[in-house]
């Protein structure tokens, strides 16, 4: 009897383990999934539309800033979230935790049927139009290919990522340092540029800005798209190595806000 009931407590506590996600994102990795992602192909694709909305460079430079300083205070909020609420799902896991899950499954609903899709489709076309315009030099390329360029990549993406985590890790890596090199790049010839004297630009910068709603907002919506991909860490929280030092550090930090009081 002894064995018999010892036995089913063993099958009864296998029946009731959870089903957990291997551990086998590092630092690097989570760096290079938020800076990899942010760094897109949005960042080479909207600064002109920018720039022409909101009609100056000062006032371009202006939005970017601001949507710069807005996006540090929201990752400020998420990497608080990420450390209280330790689950994957990303904003789906806080409002089914804090608002129920009618809620939760509206958000996730609507993110997985067209938020998701139409941003994935976004990327993958503007990369697409990268990858085909050395063919078509002296015309735009046609829509059918950049299209089926874009939905290669997709697939291309989506198998890596379905077949090993490591491996579309090191993807990740590697694509994060490819964008920062070609970051690198514009910036220093940029800065070579105003070292020699090129400061055409900056002479009445703010000259026929537009100051209306309109504009702002438009600006303000392509300036944060080109920023999107600052949450993406929380997406895989549970998949993170080691992510009691986050806790342990942000438990600290509080402690010591609430003893300045």
């Keep these: 009897k002894y ?12 029946k009731t383990q959870k089903l957990t996600l291997k551990r086998e994102v590092g630092l690097m990795g989570a760096v290079s999934l938020i800076a990899g992602t942010m ?4 960042i080479f694709m909207t600064p002109q539309t920018v720039l022409s909305t909101i009609g100056s460079p000062g006032a371009s430079l202006v939005v970017w800033a601001a949507c710069g300083v807005l996006v540090i205070m929201i990752s400020f909020c998420y990497a608080e979230l990420g450390t209280v609420i330790t689950e994957s799902g990303g904003e789906y896991i806080y ?4 608002s129920g899950p009618v809620v939760a499954f509206m958000l996730i609903f609507s993110s997985v049927l067209f938020v998701r899709p ?26 059918l290919v950049v299209k089926c360029v874009a939905a290669a990549a997709i697939l291309v993406l989506a198998i890596v990522n379905c077949l090993n985590v490591r491996l579309s890790m090191s993807l990740q890596v590697f694509f994060m340092v490819a964008k920062i090199l070609s970051l690198a790049v514009i910036i ?5 540029m105003l070292i020699r004297g090129h400061t055409e630009t900056f002479e009445d910068s703010f000259e026929n800005t537009n100051v209306g709603i309109n504009p702002i907002g438009i ?12 949450n993406n860490l929380n997406y895989v929280t549970e998949e993170l190595k080691r992510p009691e030092v986050g806790e342990r550090v942000c438990g600290d930090l ?4 609430r003893r300045s009081y």
Excluded: N
């Excluded at 089913?8 to 506590?13: D, G």
């Excluded at 409002?95 to 804090?98: E, K």
């Design 188 to 192: 220093v010839g940029g800065v070579v």
């Design 118 to 143: 139409a941003g994935v489709a976004s990327v993958a076309l503007g990369f697409a139009q990268y990858v085909v315009a050395p063919f078509y030099s002296d015309c735009l390329p046609p829509v």
């Design 3 to 14: 064995r018999l009931k010892k036995h089913s407590a063993v099958i009864m506590e296998d």
């Design 219 to 230: 600006a303000f919506y392509q300036g944060l798209w080109s920023y999107d991909g600052w």
């Design 39 to 42: 760094i897109g192909s949005g």
């Design 95 to 98: 409002i089914l935790r804090t």
């Design 254 to 257: 509080v402690l010591l806000h």
